[in-house]
T-cell receptor, first 114, second 114 residues
Framework: AQSVTQPDIHITVSEGASLELRCNYS??????LFWYVQSPGQGLQLLLK??????LVQGIKGFEAEFKRSQSSFNLRKPSVHWSDAAEYFC????????????FGKGTTLSVSS | DTGVSQDPRHKITKRGQNVTFRCDPI?????LYWYRQTLGQGPEFLTY????????KSRLLSDRFSAERPKGSFSTLEIQRTEQGDSAMYLC????????????FGPGTRLTVT
């Protein structure tokens, strides 16, 4: 069965410092991978996605993620964090039949200190 | 593009009552999804539609839950005889189709069962 693990429940980063959020997935075939961000009281906003091709994908708000098949990982990165990036981040995997259900991790809460 | 909208944003109901939520997807998106999110967890898939056809239902969708998308546009999710365990955020998402299977989420409906 598919699963997504986000090992870090809560991360605190200083404003201006770099960020890496970890995501590991379990799925036999090539997965579809997503990162979403959720601010308090808000719905989920899509940051970026990987379907195929280049394993380094660029997203909105200066985020990027790298798909590493050998490590079953899809880590999210940002070179310089802004206070407005404080939110909850979810990694999700979709089945190979595209357009079906997404399986989400439990999320990582990002706090930004000044 | 007005995004996915959901109504109501908040609903407080007493145990045993029926509730209905509405979701309006992004125009021309032919797939529509429902998820449930409880505190500290990622969203969990409930069901999805391709136009008016309900293609998949999760085991989380008990007999008390029913979803419809009568004309392939908006969708409703009804919960009958609500229980306290139904308290959660109910999220709706839509996707365009074969050219882009990304799921775009609405703001959610927060249900509180007292």
């Amino acid at each position: 069965a598919q699963s997504v693990t986000q090992p870090d429940i809560h991360i605190t980063v200083s404003e201006g410092a770099s960020l890496e959020l970890r995501c590991n997935y379990s799925y036999g075939a090539t997965p579809y991978l997503f990162w979403y961000v959720q601010s308090p009281g808000q719905g989920l906003q899509l940051l970026l996605k990987y379907f195929s091709g280049d394993t380094l994908v660029q997203g909105i708000k200066g985020f990027e993620a790298e798909f590493k098949r050998s490590q079953s990982s899809f880590n999210l990165r940002k070179p310089s964090v802004h206070w407005s990036d404080a939110a909850e981040y979810f990694c999700a995997v979709g089945r190979s039949q595209a357009g079906t259900a997404l399986i989400f991790g439990k999320g990582t809460t990002l706090s930004v200190s000044s | 593009d007005t995004g996915v909208s959901q109504d109501p944003r908040h609903k407080i109901t007493k145990r045993g009552q029926n509730v209905t939520f509405r979701c309006d997807p992004i125009s021309e998106h032919n797939r529509l999804y429902w998820y449930r999110q409880t505190l500290g967890q990622g969203p969990e898939f409930l069901t999805y539609f391709q136009n008016e056809a309900q293609l998949e239902k999760s085991r989380l969708l008990s007999d008390r839950f029913s979803a419809e998308r009568p004309k392939g546009s908006f969708s409703t999710l009804e919960i009958q005889r609500t229980e306290q365990g139904d308290s959660a955020m109910y999220l709706c998402a839509s996707s365009l189709g074969p050219n882009d299977w990304s799921q775009y989420f609405g703001p959610g409906t927060r249900l509180t069962v007292t």
